[in-house]
């Protein structure tokens, strides 16, 4: 079955132009387009979306030689 779906990444709606924070609510409508052209908006999504916070990327490991050992 075909999952109609617009996922963006929080990152995005958080950065400018749009600069959102936590608890915003974002409501939105879409277009899609495929060989036969521009579809019509869909419906406004009125209950909305929060924006969260965006998870934070954790640092590469590094290894402690003098405390670690491969024994």
């Known amino acids: ?9 929080v990152s995005v709606l958080t950065a ?3 600069s959102l924070t936590a608890g915003n609510i974002v409501v ?7 060989a036969r052209g521009w579809s019509t908006l869909s419906t406004a999504n009125t209950a909305g979306a929060v924006i969260i916070t ?5 640092a590469t490991p ?4 003098a405390v670690t050992n491969t024994v």
């Open 28 to 34: 939105a409508q879409v277009k899609a387009y495929n």
């Open 1 to 9: 079955m075909l999952e109609l779906k617009c996922r963006i990444p």
């Open 16 to 18: 400018a132009p749009f």
């Open 62 to 65: 590094t290894r402690d030689d």
């Open 54 to 58: 965006v998870p934070h990327q954790m």
